[in-house]
């Protein structure tokens, strides 16, 4: 099974590691092969404890039109034209996907790719377990449709997105696959400001779609204590999704607001510790509250000497501490009972000192 469906099933965090294209520009750094690129960023998300990684399958000329406009920040990524930035990075095909994918295994980390064409959705098949779709082909409802088909599990991605494209698109999927579907919220804004990151979104996903897994797509600039993340997931996004490089400071493309190796495990150690703290939804007290329990609360005690046959009233008792006798809460029963024993005064009292 997909290890992030079996860690969603279990009820833990996914982290995946969108790598992306990225690899292209740490091979110029490196002067490595693109291949040895990708590779090396897999086997260092691995280290960092990421569960899974995830690239982008897809040729320029099936993805944008000559005339497609940038919609990115272009004082971070100058290249004004879609087609002529995917361009630049859509070298590699079946091939190279599925040596990456054998590599990921070898390393023990889940691959995916998201695909942008059908030739790309068909060769990636065999070679993950989980489809990602687009916000971008959120409303290409043949595309999911043709995903769909696959009968895999889909992360489905709905940056940009009204509630209506939201349901078209879930029942198209559901007319093919009953398989888990994981929504991702996501703003397609890169990067994105912290005051659009607009988490809540991620609570009215829970609500209208009860029976859905919700995540988040993170496209915000790595905070320092990564509080944009743990902010997501106590909200309720189980898996998280982040553009993932090895050098932050390259320009351009998806390195100016991508995570990290430490910037990976600062998320993982913080999710850590917040599943630590959040414990579990029973409302009874813990076994590690049982003595305090017992000695914090308070007991009926004697407030004076109650001689043998006395008929005991409300003035002759008080309450401290321990609570290892009669809970102050049941006062209406002990009073108007006799005293069996003679009682001294600072006596614990138990029921066992008093007639019925």
């Known amino acids: 099974m997909s290890c992030i469906m079996e860690r969603i099933n279990q009820g833990k965090f996914v982290l995946i590691a969108e790598i992306g294209v990225n690899y292209y520009d740490i091979a110029k750094k490196e002067h490595i092969s693109n291949l040895e690129a990708a590779k090396l960023m897999v086997q260092e998300a691995k280290k960092a404890g990421i569960h899974a990684v995830k690239f982008q399958s897809y040729k320029a000329k099936t993805l944008a039109a000559k005339d497609s406009p940038a919609y990115w920040d272009t004082t971070e990524e100058p290249t004004a034209s879609q087609y002529e930035l995917f361009q630049k990075f859509d070298s590699f095909g079946a091939e190279e996907y599925q040596e990456l994918a054998g590599y990921c295994r070898m390393q023990g ?9 059908t030739a790309s959705a068909d060769y990636l098949e065999g070679m993950m377990e989980v489809y ?4 971008s082909d959120l409303n290409n409802l043949p595309f999911v449709e043709y995903q769909a088909k696959k009968g895999k599990p889909i992360l489905l991605s709905v940056g940009a997105s009204e ?8 029942a198209c999927i559901r007319k093919y696959s009953r398989e888990r579907i994981v929504l991702m919220h996501c703003v397609l804004e890169y990067p994105t400001p912290y005051s659009h990151a607009n988490l809540n979104k991620i609570i009215s996903l829970k609500e209208r779609y009860p029976g859905l897994a919700v995540g988040y797509s993170d496209h ?4 320092a204590c990564a509080d944009v993340i743990k902010t997501a997931y106590n909200l309720g996004a189980q898996v998280v999704e982040k553009h993932f490089t090895l050098d ?3 320009s351009g493309n998806d390195h100016y607001h991508a995570m990290d190796p ?3 495990r600062n998320i993982l150690e913080g999710i850590a510790f917040l599943e630590k703290i959040r414990g579990s939804y029973g409302i009874q007290p813990l076994e590690s509250e049982k003595t305090a329990r017992r000695n914090a609360r308070r007991s009926l005690i004697s407030a004076g000497e109650i001689k043998k046959g006395t008929l005991v009233e409300e003035g002759m008792l008080t309450y401290k501490r321990p609570g290892t006798g009669i809970s102050p809460e049941e006062l209406g029963k002990l009073v108007g009972r006799r005293a069996k024993e003679d009682i001294p005064e600072d006596t614990i009292l138990q029921w066992g000192m008093f007639a019925i």
């Open 163 to 170: 509630a209506g494209e939201i349901d078209r698109a879930l």
């Open 220 to 223: 915000t600039k790595p905070d």
């Open 248 to 250: 932050k400071t390259i």
């Open 109 to 117: 980390i889940e691959f995916l790719s998201t695909a942008f064409d």
């Open 132 to 135: 990602k779709v687009s916000s």
């Open 262 to 264: 430490e910037d990976a």
